[in-house]
């Protein structure tokens, strides 16, 4: 059973940080694309970030050069750095784990406001 348990979530002013895990079972952690998607109410989820098995990222571009996205293959989790938050960045986050299908985490809101 593939199970993906994010962490980190929180309340954060305008320009702090917060860092997001994922911690992922049941699959073969290395061979997997791991990304992060983000979603606000009435909004489909949008990639925010993804780092393939060999390590290659990819960001979106409202948050190249704040976010960072790193996996640690010997914990089995993926973390997502955000710094310079904005109120814009105010979502749910979801880890995903892509080999042959896409599985998704419960989620962990993000909420950046002064």
């Known amino acids: 059973q593939v199970q993906l348990v994010e962490s980190g979530g929180g309340l954060v002013q305008p320009g702090g940080s917060l860092r997001l895990s994922c911690a992922a079972s049941g699959i073969i952690f290395s061979a997997n694309a791991m990304a992060w998607y983000r979603q606000t109410p009435g909004k489909q989820r949008d990639l925010v970030a993804a780092i393939f098995s060999g390590g290659i990222t990819d960001y979106a571009d409202s948050v190249k050069g704040r976010f960072t996205i790193s996996r640690d293959n010997a914990k089995n989790t993926v973390y997502l750095q955000m710094n310079s938050l904005k109120v814009e960045d105010t979502a749910v986050y979801y880890c995903?784990?892509?080999?042959?299908?896409?599985?998704w985490g419960q989620g962990t809101q993000v909420t950046v406001s002064p």
């Open positions: 995903t784990a892509t080999r042959i299908y896409m599985h």
